[in-house]
């Protein structure tokens, strides 16, 4: 026998107050995850602590590893709100002892049953919060004995609190989002604001001297003497290039909206990277999985998004056996009681470099890039068309492990 499970109910009641207190004054969602798991598996000696929260915008109770994830993760477990166990725990409000209810066990279907077994989950609890479940805890078997109904009264007031202690760490977590979100539009409204105007400035006198360049040229005799003045004239139009790009970023062109089949678009769009991908022996691949394909929308600008989001992917890639993926779901966000509006979640994944956290913030800055040869408008760019096809882009990245764009649009 273990020597946490000769605990007497005092040392467990003093646990389950430290561990309470915890639940006030740790925000960060991570942090709270690993004391709290920690803390379970040594209070009531089990190896496996699982802890799923309801992800608004994917209908799932997906682990909170994944939801504070900055990569893809393969092979996820997840719960959704349609699964029985789930209508189970929001009519019953209470314990599944997993061992003690094989019939509710059975009633279950083959993928929930599997899941729990897999997680060799004992017992799941919910997180009841406004009288909705909002997230549930599996926690493994007990590696002396089954639970008691002291052991189970004790779970549910600290499981109670941690429910809230959940919700409210979630809510901070996606309130930084918010902020960090607003905070970057006011910064590139301004920035667009200073390069509308840098870019008029440049462009007239930069005429003149592709022009003058050009008169130059035809004068000259000396093979050298020519081949400089064109390596010139090549130069002014790079420049031109980028002061376009920044007129693009400025002053863009409002979306001709169609109705485009997004699917079809996104094969497309794979098509024309896959030769690349293939010279660096990258797995290309696209997950589609909602039944509609259609949106409302402007074909040739989420094209150039998504172009620039793959090549940027694949470029970040130096070496063999990497991959990029890009999965697509559907989701609903109900507005108001009348009206609910449907969107597509599209997260393009890779396994390159990673972006370090301290200038993460910066990457949709325009001119700021992280190659030699880039102009650090590509990102820019695709923000600005994102937003005015209604929708959001947000971009996480771990440094060695890869980065993940999450774009979100309105099928209308």
Same mark, same amino acid.
């Given at each position: 026998?273990?020597?946490?499970?000769?605990?007497?109910?005092?040392?467990?009641?003093?646990?389950?107050?430290?561990?309470?207190?915890?639940?006030?004054?740790?925000?960060?969602?991570?942090?709270?995850?690993?004391?709290?798991?920690?803390? #379970?598996?040594?209070i009531?000696?089990?190896k496996?602590?699982?802890?799923?929260?309801?992800?608004?915008?994917?209908?799932?109770?997906?682990?909170?590893?994944?939801?504070?994830?900055?990569?893809?993760?393969?092979?996820?477990?997840?719960?959704?709100? %349609?699964?029985?166990?789930?209508?189970?725990? +929001?009519?019953?409000?209470?314990?599944?002892?997993?061992?003690?209810?094989?019939?509710?066990?059975?009633?279950? $279907?083959?993928?929930e049953?599997?899941?729990?077994?897999?997680?060799?989950?004992?017992?799941?609890?919910?997180?009841?919060?406004?009288?909705?479940?909002?997230?549930?805890?599996?926690?493994?078997?007990?590696?002396?004995?089954?639970?008691?109904?002291?052991?189970l009264?004790q779970?549910?007031?600290?499981?109670?609190?941690?429910?809230?202690?959940?919700?409210?760490?979630?809510?901070?977590?996606?309130?930084k989002?918010? /902020?960090?979100?607003?905070?970057?539009?006011?910064?590139?409204?301004?920035?667009?604001?200073?390069?509308?105007?840098?870019?008029?400035?440049?462009?007239?006198?930069?005429?003149?001297?592709? +022009? $003058?360049?050009?008169?130059?040229?035809?004068?000259?005799?000396?093979p050298?003497?020519?081949?400089?003045?064109?390596?010139?004239?090549?130069?002014?139009?790079?420049?031109?290039?980028?002061?376009?790009? @920044?007129?693009?970023?400025?002053?863009?062109?409002?979306?001709?909206?169609?109705?485009?089949?997004?699917?079809?678009?996104?094969?497309? +769009?794979?098509?024309?990277?896959?030769?690349?991908?293939?010279?660096?022996?990258i797995?290309?691949e696209?997950?589609?999985?909602?039944?509609?394909?259609?949106?409302?929308?402007?074909?040739?600008?989420?094209?150039?998004?998504?172009?620039?989001?793959? @090549?940027?992917? #694949?470029? %970040?890639?130096?070496?063999?056996?990497g991959?990029?993926?890009?999965?697509v779901?559907?989701?609903?966000g109900?507005?108001?009681?009348?009206?609910?509006?449907?969107?597509?979640?599209?997260?393009?994944?890779?396994?390159?470099?990673?972006?370090?956290?301290?200038?993460?913030?910066k990457?949709?800055?325009?001119?700021?890039? /992280?190659?030699?040869?880039?102009?650090? #408008?590509?990102?820019?760019? %695709?923000?600005?068309?994102?937003?005015?096809?209604?929708?959001?882009?947000?971009?996480?990245?771990?440094?060695?492990?890869?980065?993940?764009?999450?774009?979100? #649009?309105?099928?209308?």
């Amino acid at each position: 026998m273990s020597d946490r499970s000769k605990n007497k109910p005092g040392d467990i009641n003093r646990f389950l107050s430290e561990l309470n207190e915890s639940f006030s004054i740790i925000t960060d969602l991570e942090q709270l995850k690993d004391n709290f798991s920690a803390r #379970l598996k040594e209070i009531f000696n089990t190896k496996e602590i699982h802890i799923f929260l309801l992800n608004p915008d994917l209908s799932r109770f997906q682990p909170v590893e994944k939801i504070i994830s900055t990569t893809r993760a393969e092979n996820i477990s997840q719960f959704y709100v %349609s699964d029985k166990l789930i209508f189970w725990l +929001s009519v019953n409000k209470t314990f599944l002892v997993i061992d003690d209810n094989r019939e509710i066990f059975n009633f279950l $279907s083959k993928p929930e049953q599997d899941l729990l077994h897999e997680l060799n989950v004992g017992l799941v609890y919910p997180f009841i919060v406004m009288n909705q479940v909002k997230g549930l805890v599996c926690i493994g078997k007990k590696a002396d004995k089954q639970y008691n109904l002291e052991e189970l009264h004790q779970l549910k007031v600290l499981l109670d609190q941690a429910g809230f202690a959940f919700e409210n760490a979630y809510h901070y977590h996606l309130q930084k989002e918010r /902020t960090r979100r607003m905070y970057r539009a006011d910064r590139l409204a301004t920035l667009g604001e200073l390069a509308a105007g840098a870019a008029h400035e440049i462009r007239n006198p930069l005429t003149s001297i592709r +022009s $003058s360049m050009q008169y130059l040229k035809r004068r000259l005799k000396i093979p050298s003497d020519i081949e400089i003045a064109d390596d010139l004239i090549s130069e002014v139009d790079r420049i031109n290039e980028i002061i376009e790009g @920044m007129l693009s970023f400025a002053k863009p062109q409002e979306p001709k909206k169609e109705s485009i089949n997004l699917k079809t678009l996104l094969n497309q +769009s794979v098509q024309l990277v896959s030769n690349l991908a293939l010279k660096k022996g990258i797995i290309l691949e696209l997950f589609y999985h909602p039944h509609n394909e259609w949106i409302i929308a402007d074909l040739a600008q989420l094209k150039q998004v998504f172009l620039n989001i793959l @090549m940027n992917a #694949l470029q %970040s890639i130096s070496i063999d056996k990497g991959s990029v993926l890009i999965e697509v779901n559907e989701v609903s966000g109900i507005q108001s009681t009348v009206n609910e509006n449907f969107f597509y979640i599209i997260e393009i994944t890779d396994t390159g470099k990673g972006i370090e956290p301290e200038i993460i913030d910066k990457i949709f800055d325009p001119f700021f890039t /992280t190659r030699n040869d880039g102009t650090g #408008l590509g990102l820019s760019i %695709s923000y600005g068309i994102i937003s005015r096809h209604g929708g959001e882009i947000e971009l996480t990245s771990e440094p060695g492990k890869g980065t993940k764009v999450k774009i979100k #649009l309105p099928m209308k």
